[in-house]
């Protein structure tokens, strides 16, 4: 791949996988990338700068005052200019500063200061990776939209085995590739993605509705445009910007989604399912304003169309993939739902666990397609898990 033209800034924190960096850095440059390396005192123990300046042909920042050349601008122009940002190896210690908004050194205080996005590689031993309050920052990060590399699990520094480890330089460049040059493995796609949940009204005041955020769906979209789709997204009231390149359709009710649906479905080639779409509504939406009486009230309800169900029925060729957003029995009830809607796959997530589900900026869920394979993902954004699902979408009609 070509780096020409793209500027990557390497945050090197002190560890002993701090020398495996270099093979990174020096790996990006051969690619063409220009690449400015930050280093913290700590780094500068386990390796000279001489070593990265040697290997990325540039000025090495090390400290924001004993270089007078560089202190007074150089963090805000390493921020500016970064196409992308990497931190690796983070410790416990850049990744706690970060996320309390703690910039004391050159490297914390140029990550403060950019608008790039930030690629964190952890490693560290396998008890501070564990600890609750690491895991908890991470977690924290991730809802913020910064991207991390799971650790590998195998032999540490001090003999014992665990999950810390750097992941592999080629890895951590592979990952660097995808995100400066989104792959296109989507062009040519027509996409419909639907997103939110459908308000019912009662009166002209009043409706039911869910918690659906809608973030799952604009993920899909974002990700699916990023990626080279033709991306139609039906939207229910949410309060997203929509993504470039994305058209938006507004629809409120489940009825007024239902035929949005059933509109763009002709053309297209892939609908991704991700509304939240209300099961009932009030069997008739009083003209005026309900007035309260001194006894209870009853609101008859009736079905809505299952949009879903009825598109499973007419699919041809086209890929379905639906949600199932559950509280209990997860995978039974996706599997069911799979196999009911006539989907190619289904995306389950349960909702009550921590960062799952409706409001958050994470999601934990599981991919089962419909030659029953399962793909199981750790807490992730919802942009990330948008992408594995595109992934999945991909190793799908791969294999067809
Ligand atoms: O049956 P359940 O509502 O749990 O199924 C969830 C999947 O079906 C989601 O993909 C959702 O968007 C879709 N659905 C639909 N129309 C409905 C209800 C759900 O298309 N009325």
Redesign the pocket.
């Known amino acids: 791949m070509d780096l020409k033209g793209k500027s990557v800034v390497v945050g090197v924190c002190g560890g002993i996988a701090t020398y495996k960096v270099v093979e990174v850095v020096s790996r990006l440059k051969k690619m063409g990338a220009e690449v400015d390396v930050i280093m913290t005192a700590n780094a500068q123990k386990f390796v000279t700068p001489l070593t990265f300046r040697s290997l990325s042909h540039r000025p090495v920042v090390t400290d924001m005052f004993n270089d007078p050349e560089y202190w007074d601008i150089k963090h805000i122009s390493l921020a500016k200019k970064a196409d992308l940002f990497i931190v690796a190896p983070a410790t416990a210690n850049i990744i706690g500063k970060l996320a309390a908004g703690i910039a004391d050194d050159m490297l914390s205080t140029t990550l403060v200061a950019t608008k790039a996005p930030v690629l964190i590689v952890p490693a560290m031993n396998h008890d501070m990776y564990a600890n609750a309050v690491v895991q908890r920052n991470i977690e924290m990060l991730r809802g913020l939209g910064y991207m991390f590399m799971e650790p590998d699990t195998g032999r540490m520094a001090e003999g014992t085995s665990g999950k810390g480890r750097l992941p592999e330089p080629s890895s951590i460049v592979e990952r660097a590739c995808s995100i400066l040059c989104p792959k296109q493995d989507l062009k040519g796609i027509r996409m419909v993605v639907?997103a939110g949940p459908?308000r019912e009204n009662i009166d002209p005041v009043r409706y039911l509705s869910n918690y659906s955020s809608g973030k799952m769906g604009y993920a899909v979209a974002r990700a699916a445009s990023e990626r080279g789709a033709d991306v139609v997204l039906i939207s229910g009231p949410v309060e997203i910007e929509c993504p470039e390149g994305v058209q938006l359709i507004r629809t409120t009710t489940?009825d007024e989604?239902?035929e949005a649906?059933l509109s763009s479905f002709e053309n297209c080639d892939v609908l991704?399912?991700?509304?939240?779409?209300?099961?009932y509504r009030p069997a008739e939406v009083s003209e005026f304003k309900i007035k309260k009486t001194d006894d209870d009230m009853v609101l008859r309800l009736v079905?809505?169309?299952?949009?879903?169900?009825?598109?499973g029925t007419m699919k041809g060729s086209k890929t379905l993939?639906?949600?199932?957003?559950?509280t209990d029995n997860l995978m039974e009830?996706a599997a069911k739902?799979l196999e009911?809607?006539n989907?190619d796959m289904?995306?389950a997530n349960d909702v009550t666990l921590e960062g799952a589900g409706f409001g958050t900026d994470t999601n934990i869920i599981k991919i089962i397609r419909r030659d029953g394979s399962i793909t199981d993902l750790p807490l992730m954004s919802k942009l990330e898990a948008a992408h594995r699902i595109l992934d999945e979408f991909c190793d799908m009609v791969a294999k067809d």
């Open positions: 639907t459908t489940a989604m239902h649906v991704v399912m991700a509304a939240a779409v209300a099961d079905k809505n169309p299952d949009i879903l169900k009825k598109l993939i639906g949600f199932s957003a559950e009830n739902k009911a809607k989907l289904i995306v």
